[in-house]
């Protein structure tokens, strides 16, 4: 009988809407629930959702009792307005909802960062996101997940038109990225989603980074090559 709880983050997100309908779809988990700025339509009956205050979620610690924490938050420049309105969304609530998730009992978290994530890049977002793994890595969670997916594919509710160029450049080259190349061909955000489940599912003990191959072979690709 399923008795696990995942607590999504991003739900209203490109991964996190796809991550949300496969958790609450998965019988795995008896309860799904999401934290949000604004109210989501029901995912179903395990799903339970929370509008709340990310500046100051140290008052609803209650909400991040959960097994399996996974966060799917992310914002362009462009969104955020500023480096500092940018840094709070892709590093500094991830850091603190996985201090409370952790300290409320989850024994797992799954964070979607981003291929190139690395904290000493000299690249604004790529070091961010890069900063955001390490401030997670040192709370000590007995899984730690995290998948760096490419450029993400899908449809957005919003336009964002950096990544609909980028895309709009790199679909036609798809069947000649291979080898070492192949890890730049656009990620699908349901295959992310599907692997954040599977992966959850599975719940790997340690520190593991999934890049884009990894990632769709979780997600059932298994022609995968990078």
Request: glycine fraction near 10%; hydrophobic fraction near 45%; aromatic fraction near 6%.
């Amino acid at each position: 009988m399923a008795d696990r709880t995942v607590l999504i983050l991003g739900a209203t997100g490109l991964v996190g809407h796809h991550a949300l309908r496969r958790f609450a779809a998965d019988r795995r988990w008896a309860r799904v629930v999401t934290l949000g700025r604004r109210p989501l339509e029901t995912a179903g009956p395990t799903h339970e959702d929370h509008v709340v205050d990310f500046d100051r979620l140290d008052e609803q610690a209650e909400l991040f009792a959960c097994d399996d924490l996974v966060c799917a938050l992310g914002t362009t420049m462009r969104q955020a307005g500023s480096e500092e309105a940018f840094r709070r969304v892709d590093l500094e609530i991830p850091f603190e909802a996985a201090q409370l998730a952790h300290s409320a009992g989850a024994a797992q978290m799954l964070l979607v960062s981003a291929l190139g994530a690395d904290s000493e890049s000299r690249i604004f977002y790529n070091r961010t996101k890069g900063e955001a793994e390490r401030a997670v890595e040192r709370v000590g969670f007995g899984a730690l997940q995290l998948l760096r997916p490419s450029l993400l594919a899908g449809d957005r509710a919003e336009a964002r038109w950096g990544e609909r160029l980028g895309l709009a450049v790199l679909s036609p080259l798809v069947p000649v990225l291979r080898g070492p190349l192949a890890a730049l061909r656009p990620t699908e955000a349901d295959d992310v989603a599907a692997a954040l489940v599977a992966i959850a599912g599975a719940r790997p003990t340690g520190r593991h980074v999934y890049r884009p191959g990894a990632i769709r072979q979780w997600a059932g690709d298994r022609g995968a090559d990078s």
